[in-house]
């Protein structure tokens, strides 16, 4: 069965006002889930990010087959947890997306803000689509003014970024990811 | 406006630190590291934030990410508890740079106190008294110093508290090996590697006055405390008041910390630390702690006064809500510091996961932890579990309940300093309250704890 978009909105919602901290959804072949920013994800000790259903392979869509070319390659989910606690704040939270097989993430080695290019309307120093070696860097974060490499630290092609520029990351979380290529 | 506090500690004290602020109506951030996701305070803080890995010189002793994150999360005052970055003057400085009100005093004042060797020199000039000793620029000279001083002498770090960064020398040899290996621990432990040594004072007590000023200059002690059972400099029982102190020794010891502290118009929670020599009756000054102390459970049973309360008004400038003869101390209070450190081993540290945790629930007893059955103790930080606080009208009828409490304790997977604790807790020595800060050690060799 499909759920439309009104109808997760309705979900949020109904969330936003309850003390729910993290909300998974299985229905066929939609898998949804939803974290509360500053929630700490109790089975998942070791990684904060990618909460990706478990049980589905990487193939799969998380959203509704929206008609995509490439049935292999469905068009990532990328809900972003929406619900949003009392507090307002600038560090975005994790990213729902899911990862392919052959992909693999690029993380941030510290709590910064993430800047994809060496300075503001300069060239970013990769692009989606580009390949990447171990030691290319990849992008900054900046710390109290002192900016940090971010090297890729794997062999590939940059798929997606999945923090924009000027997002404070926290330490270990998904900045973009990146298709190994044989 | 909601105030928000970013809280840049971890296990036990952070949880003291969420509480006080919940209390308080205030919003609570938490920075962790890698190691500290599933930890108790992660779980109770208003928001969590992962600094970096579980290497604490790359998560909570990262000056600038720990202010990045205190800035990026919207904080208005950042608690730095005890340890970590709690003393770093940079700290200070960096949160006044960035508009947040650091938990604590000035930069100034934390250079002045924090560096045990400028708190020696404003003791000096103000008559209050200090052991023999000073700092050495090399080995050589050093050995001139301690010569002088006559050995035994303790060799410290300047930058180090709670009594981390301290060692004792016997010789000249155990000195040359000694003075660079505590420069090299002062420098990775606090991020500064000067050290100094003092006369050691073999049959000493040490008591501690809790101070508190507000921004309007006025400073208040809240009673002292003992801290005499030690193991290697670190503190495994505390309690107030000092049952030991003569009442002349008392008056001149809360008198030597107000006016040391009121000096430098000393803002927030410090403790002035002293040896006491009871034949003597003599009092010689230690260094200033410019911070919250692990141990300030014992002042807040005995006074009823929240420490942690008042640290977070008077920074924000409130002025203090009492007057000295409003702190009035009223029985005994004893606590425990229950430590994940193995007694058949020296001590040594011994990480793991908790498989069961049943303290008991007794009139008296207050528990300061972060524990909880599956929690797994991380091998990479401070080895203290909990604090068990015994209070009671009089110094035995805390003890007793102590006892009682330590008994009525369970548990379970790695080593922990329970058995030990017991043994102190009902040793004759510690009954008749005939302890120096070199009991514990010499017990435990002996074999008699």
Same mark, same amino acid.
Request: with cysteine; glycine share 8%; aromatic share 6%.
């Given at each position: 069965?499909?759920?439309?978009?009104?109808?997760?909105?309705?979900?949020?919602?109904?969330?936003?006002?309850?003390?729910?901290?993290?909300?998974?959804?299985?229905?066929?072949?939609?898998?949804?889930?939803?974290?509360?920013? $500053?929630?700490?994800?109790?089975?998942?000790?070791?990684?904060? +990010? #990618?909460? !990706?259903?478990? /049980?589905?392979?990487?193939? %799969?869509?998380?959203?509704?087959?929206?008609?995509?070319?490439?049935?292999?390659?469905?068009?990532?989910?990328?809900?972003?947890?929406?619900?949003?606690?009392?507090?307002?704040?600038?560090?975005?939270?994790?990213?729902?997306?899911?990862?392919?097989?052959?992909?693999?993430?690029?993380?941030?080695?510290?709590? $910064?803000?993430?800047?994809?290019?060496?300075?503001?309307?300069? +060239? #970013?120093? !990769?692009?989606? /689509?580009?390949?990447?070696? %171990?030691?290319?860097?990849?992008?900054?974060?900046?710390?109290?003014?002192?900016?940090?490499?971010?090297?890729?630290?794997?062999?590939?092609?940059?798929?997606?970024?999945?923090?924009?520029?000027?997002?404070?990351?926290?330490?270990?979380?998904?900045?973009?990811?990146?298709?190994?290529?044989? | 406006?909601?105030?928000?506090?970013?809280?840049?500690?971890?296990?036990?004290?952070?949880?003291?630190?969420?509480?006080?602020?919940?209390?308080?109506?205030?919003?609570?951030?938490?920075?962790?590291?890698?190691?500290?996701?599933?930890?108790?305070?992660?779980?109770?803080?208003?928001?969590?934030?992962?600094?970096?890995?579980?290497?604490?010189?790359?998560?909570?002793?990262?000056?600038?990410?720990?202010?990045?994150?205190?800035?990026?999360?919207?904080?208005?005052?950042?608690?730095?508890?005890?340890?970590?970055?709690?003393?770093?003057?940079?700290?200070?400085?960096?949160?006044?740079?960035?508009?947040?009100?650091?938990?604590?005093?000035?930069?100034?004042?934390?250079?002045?106190?924090?560096?045990?060797?400028?708190?020696?020199?404003?003791?000096?000039?103000?008559?209050?008294?200090?052991?023999?000793?000073?700092?050495?620029?090399?080995?050589?000279?050093?050995?001139?110093?301690?010569?002088?001083?006559?050995?035994?002498?303790?060799?410290?770090?300047?930058?180090?508290?709670?009594?981390?960064?301290?060692?004792?020398?016997?010789?000249?040899?155990?000195?040359?090996?000694?003075?660079?290996?505590?420069?090299?621990?002062?420098?990775?432990?606090?991020?500064?590697?000067?050290?100094?040594?003092?006369?050691?004072?073999?049959?000493?007590?040490?008591?501690?006055?809790?101070?508190?000023?507000?921004?309007?200059?006025?400073?208040?002690?809240?009673?002292?405390?003992?801290?005499?059972?030690?193991?290697?400099?670190?503190?495994?029982?505390?309690?107030?008041?000092?049952?030991?102190?003569?009442?002349?020794?008392?008056?001149?010891?809360?008198?030597?910390?107000?006016?040391?502290?009121?000096?430098?118009?000393?803002?927030?929670?410090?403790?002035?630390?002293?040896?006491?020599?009871?034949?003597?009756?003599?009092?010689?000054?230690?260094?200033?702690?410019?911070?919250?102390?692990?141990?300030?459970?014992?002042?807040?049973?005995?006074?009823?006064?929240?420490?942690?309360?008042?640290?977070?008004?008077?920074?924000?400038?409130?002025?203090?809500?009492?007057?000295?003869?409003?702190?009035?101390?009223?029985?005994?209070?004893?606590?425990?510091?229950?430590?994940?450190?193995?007694?058949?081993?020296?001590?040594?540290?011994?990480?793991?996961?908790?498989?069961?945790?049943?303290?008991?629930?007794?009139?008296?007893?207050?528990?300061?932890?972060?524990?909880?059955?599956?929690?797994?103790?991380?091998?990479?930080?401070?080895?203290?579990?909990?604090?068990?606080?015994?209070?009671?009208?009089?110094?035995?009828?805390?003890?007793?309940?102590?006892?009682?409490?330590?008994?009525?304790?369970?548990?379970?997977?790695?080593?922990?300093?329970?058995?030990?604790?017991?043994?102190?807790?009902?040793?004759?020595?510690?009954?008749?309250?005939?302890?120096?800060?070199?009991?514990?050690?010499?017990?435990?060799?002996?074999?008699?704890?």
């Amino acid at each position: 069965m499909e759920i439309d978009l009104e109808e997760i909105i309705a979900i949020l919602e109904m969330l936003e006002r309850s003390d729910v901290t993290e909300f998974q959804l299985d229905r066929g072949d939609l898998h949804l889930n939803i974290r509360r920013r $500053g929630s700490v994800a109790t089975d998942e000790p070791a990684q904060p +990010a #990618p909460a !990706v259903p478990t /049980g589905t392979g990487g193939h %799969e869509s998380a959203t509704p087959p929206s008609g995509s070319s490439d049935p292999v390659r469905a068009e990532p989910a990328t809900v972003a947890a929406p619900v949003r606690p009392q507090q307002a704040e600038s560090v975005p939270s994790p990213i729902i997306f899911e990862l392919d097989d052959d992909e693999v993430t690029v993380t941030a080695p510290m709590l $910064g803000i993430f800047y994809s290019s060496p300075k503001p309307g300069t +060239a #970013p120093f !990769v692009s989606v /689509g580009q390949h990447v070696d %171990e030691q290319t860097e990849v992008g900054v974060l900046e710390v109290m003014k002192l900016f940090n490499t971010v090297r890729a630290g794997a062999c590939g092609v940059v798929t997606r970024f999945l923090v924009g520029d000027g997002d404070t990351v926290e330490y270990g979380q998904p900045l973009m990811t990146v298709r190994a290529v044989p | 406006m909601t105030r928000r506090v970013f809280v840049a500690n971890r296990g036990e004290i952070a949880l003291r630190i969420i509480e006080a602020c919940d209390r308080l109506g205030y919003e609570t951030v938490l920075g962790v590291s890698a190691a500290d996701r599933d930890s108790l305070p992660a779980r109770r803080a208003g928001r969590v934030v992962a600094l970096g890995p579980a290497d604490a010189a790359r998560s909570y002793l990262s000056l600038d990410i720990v202010v990045q994150a205190a800035v990026s999360t919207g904080c208005h005052l950042l608690h730095p508890g005890y340890g970590f970055l709690s003393e770093r003057a940079e700290l200070a400085e960096l949160c006044e740079e960035q508009g947040l009100i650091f938990v604590g005093p000035s930069a100034e004042v934390l250079r002045t106190l924090g560096d045990k060797l400028s708190a020696r020199k404003l003791a000096v000039e103000l008559g209050i008294p200090v052991a023999q000793g000073g700092t050495a620029s090399s080995v050589e000279k050093a050995h001139d110093l301690a010569e002088r001083v006559g050995y035994p002498v303790l060799i410290k770090a300047a930058f180090g508290g709670g009594g981390r960064g301290m060692k004792r020398v016997e010789d000249p040899a155990e000195l040359r090996e000694a003075w660079p290996v505590a420069t090299a621990e002062a420098e990775s432990a606090f991020g500064d590697g000067t050290i100094f040594l003092e006369r050691f004072v073999r049959e000493a007590r040490h008591v501690e006055v809790q101070v508190l000023g507000d921004r309007t200059g006025r400073v208040l002690h809240l009673g002292e405390r003992e801290c005499s059972v030690q193991y290697r400099y670190q503190k495994v029982f505390e309690e107030a008041p000092c049952a030991a102190l003569s009442s002349t020794a008392r008056a001149v010891l809360h008198d030597s910390a107000v006016r040391l502290t009121s000096a430098v118009k000393y803002v927030g929670l410090g403790t002035v630390e002293f040896l006491y020599d009871s034949d003597r009756d003599e009092l010689t000054f230690l260094e200033v702690n410019p911070r919250l102390q692990v141990e300030h459970g014992v002042t807040e049973a005995v006074t009823g006064i929240d420490l942690v309360r008042e640290q977070l008004l008077v920074v924000q400038g409130q002025p203090l809500s009492f007057a000295q003869e409003d702190v009035r101390i009223s029985g005994h209070a004893i606590e425990a510091r229950l430590t994940a450190q193995d007694p058949d081993r020296s001590l040594a540290p011994s990480p793991g996961r908790i498989t069961r945790w049943r303290p008991p629930s007794l009139g008296g007893l207050r528990l300061d932890t972060h524990l909880y059955e599956g929690y797994l103790f991380p091998p990479q930080y401070d080895a203290l579990m909990a604090k068990v606080i015994a209070a009671g009208p009089t110094r035995e009828e805390a003890r007793k309940l102590l006892v009682d409490v330590l008994d009525r304790l369970e548990v379970q997977g790695p080593a922990t300093s329970l058995p030990l604790l017991r043994r102190i807790a009902s040793s004759a020595a510690f009954a008749g309250n005939t302890v120096s800060t070199s009991w514990l050690a010499q017990a435990m060799a002996e074999g008699s704890v």
